[in-house]
Structures are given as C-alpha cells and as structure tokens.
C-alpha cells in the first residue's frame, strides 16, 4: 500500500515569489494535515483538511493556505515568500479527522528561500 | 496552552545499552499520545498511539508506556539501526475541529556498534 506522496522532494525559491506543494495521501484516507518543520520550532500544525473543507488552523499568517480536491489529494501555498519560511513541509493523512487518530507523514517538500 | 517536553535532547549509548525516554505532557484533556522515529531527511515514522493511562505497546526492541503526566520510550538492548530523533506528540480535546498534534523537540539517539 502506498504511503503518503508529497511533490516535489526540494525546491529553491526567491524571496516575494509564492509557492504550492502537493500531496497525495494514502489511499482511502480522507484527512490530509500540513506541518511545518523547523530546527528552532521543532514541528508545527499549519492546518487540516477533511471533505475538502479546513477543520483548522494553527499560529501561521495568512500567506499559508490549502486546499483539498474531492478525491482528497491536498495542496498548500505560501505567497510572497519569506526567508524564514525555509523548511521542510511535512504532509500527513488518515482515514478520519486527525485529532484522537493516528496520522501518516509523507517525506516531505524541502523549501529553501534565498 | 499545552505543552509537551521531551529528555534528554540527545543521547548516546553504546549497543546493548537498555534505555529509557521521557515525554511529559501538560494537556488540558488527552485524547492520544503518539510515538514517531525521524531519521534524517526523512519523514516521521509511525510508533505508537496510546490512549489511556496504564496503556503499553511493545514492537521489537521498542516499549511505549503511559501514565496521566507522561509518557516513555523504553530501548531494549538497542542495535546502530535504532539511531534517529524520537518525537512524542499529543492530541487533545478542543472546542471544535482538529488542532493537530502539539509535538516534542525530539530526542536524539545514538547506538554508538
């Protein structure tokens, strides 16, 4: 069975530019989770998605966003990138919202912005 | 505001040498505690998940434990394989919704052959 696929592995971008990162969870998994992973503040919740709709949101500004399509795969994007947005961009999913159950990470999306 | 700490930050131990790590957890109300080993560059890895006080799993050399304050990783007779961060994390009830899991710094292990 496969896990939880996250596109692409490492990118590199320029400060102002804008992001998306993708992520297909395993299958017939219906939640899908972003965290942010950073050596200072460890990992942290950006948001969850169920039903292509965000159960909730962690301490991130508004520059963070998802989405999820109805055949549950996920997207997130930062716009107008910051330096201290390099990370590495973790996705998980489960069968049924997160909270209480456990969830599955994929490998992550590498970010660096120069 | 919940917190979750872990110790040591890092340890080393030559193989063989049984350990134990420690996850305290300050929650308003647990709904699970949650075991993940992180090599590096990698993602999380999966452990275990315990719910309740009194609760313990056990998978090869791994034993995960659970009391009403913490919790711990017990590495029994570690082999070099076993290095990686260890990361603790929680889920607690909340108003409404889904607020993620509130994760641990992680302890780093080294199983020195």
């Known amino acids: 069975k496969a896990g939880v696929t996250q596109t692409p592995r490492y990118l590199i971008k320029t400060r102002g530019q804008q992001v998306t990162l993708s992520c297909s969870p395993i299958s017939g998994h219906r939640s899908v989770s972003w965290y942010q992973q950073t050596p200072g503040q460890g990992l942290q919740f950006l948001f969850e998605?169920?039903?292509?709709?965000?159960?909730n949101k962690g301490n991130f500004p508004g520059r963070f966003s998802g989405r999820q399509f109805s055949n549950s795969r996920s997207e997130m994007n930062v716009s107008t990138l910051e330096l201290g947005d390099s990370a590495l961009y973790l996705c998980?999913?489960?069968?049924?919202?997160?909270?209480?159950?456990?969830?599955?990470f994929g490998e992550g999306s590498w970010l660096t912005v120069v | 505001e919940d917190q979750v700490t872990q110790s040591p930050e890092a340890l080393r131990l030559q193989e063989g040498e049984s350990s134990s790590l420690n996850c305290s957890y300050t929650v308003s109300g647990l709904r699970g505690l949650f075991w993940y080993r992180q090599d590096p560059g990698k993602g999380p890895e999966f452990l275990f998940t315990l719910y309740s006080a009194g609760e313990e799993k056990e998978k090869e050399r791994l034993k995960a434990t659970l009391t009403k304050k913490e919790s711990f990783l017990h590495i029994t007779a570690p082999k070099p394989e076993d290095s990686a961060t260890y990361l603790c994390?929680?889920?607690?009830?909340?108003?409404?919704?889904?607020?993620?899991?509130?994760f641990g710094k992680g302890t780093h292990l080294i199983i020195q052959p």
């Open positions: 998980a999913s489960s069968l049924e919202v997160s909270s209480g159950n456990t969830i599955y």
């Open positions: 994390a929680v889920s607690v009830y909340s108003g409404g919704g889904a607020d993620g899991l509130t």
């Open positions: 998605y169920f039903s292509e709709t965000q159960r």
